[in-house]
């Protein structure tokens, strides 16, 4: 495939297609956190269960991205693109229709293999239908789209829980998605790529046990702890297959990853930094719902205006942060990105029963705005490293870190808090941490968040020593190839 194939006069209406589903998937992930609390009371369950229904969609998410990349770049995007819009329509029709929380896990899943399918290759469709200098341009707008899901998510789930019940939180994803296979059929170019390709169904294989053993081990080490013998021996599993994985990748004639990729060291450092701010927002959004309606008695509307904030704040500052970084370069605006988010964690460290509805959105902005500072240049700098025949691929190794990122999150900040929770009410013999009292519950949220800016502050050191590095001259990234 080569540039010479696509139509850049068509490149708005692409990205208008691709939008319609970005917005399925964010739009539907953030009204599901906010509707947690609800579902725990409607479908008589509890906190460690509820969980699942974010947990299944991501751990589906996570061991298929790779997979469904990969395929892409073999048979084309288009077909893979637009057959997930309609999986993920159908399964969201399935998810409203649940009569209880484990119907609603298993069609969660059916949902997640159609948004699989739009994640993986979002990025990679943008990337090819811009020109190369309006990437971090177009990378922007789409993480716009990304923040004005997550944003309407909250509000649109709020009114919904306020006036309907739970499962219409779903059902707003029918019209969504019908509308989006429309575009996605008349605008998105149905590129193929050239030669033949093998898929690498041993590494694909290896990659899903490792990758699936690595998420049930993180989801039962905070249940049932994490020197537990399942969870040991689910980490030994995720290690040997990964060790295995990494074997055939480099001995397979086509493999699935190419290994060489990760020789180029901004590629590297962009993914494991975008890995880790995913970590700290998880665990900032599994949380917070938690603490405004048990501890600050709001509704699911106060609660969802305020969930909003950081997606809004995000939406507005990455096309800026997009466009800055196609002037100036994507390395310093991601450190500065790092900054603001360091700054805002380690804000929330103060958090408190006494904050005002008003504080709670000045603690919230900086946390939005460090985000979208940070995501566009760093998603552009990942996929500008992508060779064009990998584009899928690259796309879904750039979702996954997000998806592994999110699972992490869950699991290690929500087995912080819980076990800190726990420990402070452990007088009163309390068993679940939502059933703590309120100031222990808070004591807890505010140690959680000192770990959370402490991983921050990780983030920020690799960003600042690649910095120093490339104006000391050391890294000249051009010279960098990837080889499998």
Not at 173 to 179: A, D, H, S, W
Not at 321 to 342: A, E, V
Not at 355 to 375: C, E, R
Request: hydrophobic residues 55%; neutral net charge; proline residues 4%.
């Amino acid at each position: 495939m080569n540039n010479t194939e696509i139509d850049y006069t068509r490149k708005w209406h692409v990205m208008t297609a691709v939008s319609m589903g970005t917005l399925l998937a964010t739009i539907d992930g953030s009204i599901v956190n906010v509707a947690l609390p609800t579902m725990v009371r409607e479908l008589d369950t509890n906190f460690a269960t509820v969980q699942w229904v974010v947990l299944a969609y991501l751990l589906t998410l996570a061991v298929l991205l790779l997979s469904i990349g990969r395929l892409a770049d073999m048979v084309g995007k288009k077909q893979i693109y637009s057959t997930g819009l309609a999986l993920f329509t159908v399964g969201s029709f399935l998810c409203g229709l649940s009569p209880n929380v484990y119907y609603l896990i298993s069609f969660r899943v059916v949902q997640a293999v159609g948004a699989t399918m739009m994640m993986a290759l979002g990025m990679a469709i943008l990337t090819e239908s811009f020109p190369p200098q309006e990437r971090g341009k177009a990378l922007g707008v789409g993480g716009t789209m990304v923040s004005v899901g997550i944003a309407i998510g909250p509000t649109l789930g709020g009114v919904i829980l306020d006036l309907l019940s739970w499962n219409w939180i779903f059902y707003v994803n029918l019209p969504i998605g019908i509308v989006g296979m429309i575009l996605v059929t008349r605008f998105v170019p149905n590129l193929k790529p050239k030669g033949k390709q093998r898929f690498d169904f041993w590494g694909a294989s290896t990659l899903f046990i490792s990758l699936l053993s690595f998420l049930f081990a993180l989801t039962l080490g905070q249940n049932q702890g994490f020197l537990n013998y399942r969870t040991i021996a689910l980490f030994c599993s995720w290690l040997v297959f990964l060790v295995l994985f990494i074997y055939i990748e480099q001995h397979v004639e086509q493999p699935m990853l190419a290994l060489g990729l990760f020789r180029n060291p901004l590629f590297s450092i962009n993914l494991i930094t975008g890995f880790i701010t995913f970590v700290a927002f998880a665990g900032t959004i599994i949380l917070l719902p938690f603490f405004l309606e048990n501890i600050l008695d709001y509704d699911t509307k106060r609660v969802g205006l305020l969930l909003a904030v950081i997606p809004a704040s995000m939406g507005i500052m990455a096309p800026i942060s997009g466009s800055l970084s196609d002037r100036f370069g994507t390395r310093r605006i991601t450190l500065i990105g790092l900054g603001i988010l360091l700054f805002g964690y380690l804000t929330f460290t103060t958090i408190s029963g006494e904050n005002t509805f008003f504080s709670l959105i000045l603690l919230l902005l900086p946390l939005g705005i460090g985000m979208g500072v940070f995501q566009s240049p760093n998603n552009s700098a990942i996929m500008g490293e992508a060779p064009p025949d990998r584009l899928g691929l690259v796309s879904g190794m750039l979702s996954l870190t997000r998806t592994l990122g999110q699972s992490t999150g869950i699991a290690v900040d929500g087995a912080i808090w819980a076990a800190l929770t726990i420990a402070a009410a452990r007088p009163m013999m309390v068993f679940s941490a939502t059933d703590a009292p309120p100031q222990a519950q808070i004591s807890a949220l505010q140690h959680t968040f000192i770990f959370i800016a402490s991983i921050i502050f990780v983030a920020l050191l690799l960003a600042l020593w690649a910095v120093i590095k490339e104006l000391k001259g050391r890294i000249d990234w051009q010279d960098v190839e990837p080889q499998n």
